[in-house]
């Protein structure tokens, strides 16, 4: 059996972590929770380990990092070993999340009950690996844009429950996030644009009904990016334009509002475009499709 430690039983060192990172601590405990019955369902037991493992056995298994990258919800992870074995479990040696890190850095030891500690691991890992990928998906992007005046966006491609955690782990990778959710900023899309009858319209449509909410309008081409700039729209989406045209409407823009790229964008695209002078770069790919970075547990021997 393993603990199920509730929220209020957590190292408070954690949760506050979690805190100051910007993530709501209950949340990321509903989170390993959800995860960890899905494993242990109901009363469940982890059959193999309790099988070849003695109740008592006692170790220390490091985690490491098996290819460079940025790693991220190692946090997580530790949540995840105090989730399964209570305060019965000792964490040494975590490297802070957003650290940069190489083929073979250790980036966490963990030491309690075998038991719990393999138990634990693939949900540990889960978490780990999957933000780790998706902050080194986006200092790649990072440091592509490096020199110019852009920034990588994420967006709301995000896996359906993980969002504070992908978006979390943009920021870890030293991206930005776009909007949370649909009441926090307005995104208008070529369908809104269609309702309403034109980009204007839609902006107008808008900030009469939401005064105090920013709003983004997105452009396929020069004739309504220059309808907004009269209108005095201060955030446009440029969609799958190419560079050229890009750089035509940084020009006509000259300052009076945010331009962000869009759509169809790749890691080796991404300088050529940013130099094309746009504020922006949003990236779907960062959040919805990451190749997750592999991080291994290794269980001391003795």
Known sequence: MIARTPYPELPGELTAELREA???PQAVHAAVAAALEEDLPGDGDDVTSNSTIAADARG???FAAREPGTVAGLAVAAIVF???MGDDVEIEDRVADGTRVATGDAVMRVSGPVRGLLT???TALNFACHLSGVATATAAWVDALSGTRARVLDTRKTLPGLRALQKY??????GVNHRFSLSDMAMVKD???IAAGGVVPALEAVRAAHPAVPVEVEVTDLGQLR???????ERILLDNMDDATMAEAVKITDGRASLEASGGLTLERA????????DFISVGALTHSVRVFDIGMDLGEG
């Open 60 to 62: 220390t298994a490091d």
């Open 169 to 174: 782990a943009v920021r870890c990778g030293g």
């Open 22 to 24: 910007g993530l709501d």
């Open 271 to 278: 300088r050529e475009v940013a130099l094309t002078g746009v």
């Open 82 to 84: 105090a989730y399964v």
């Open 191 to 193: 369908n809104h644009v």
């Open 227 to 233: 309808e907004l700039l009269d209108a005095g729209c």
């Open 120 to 122: 634990a691991e693939r």
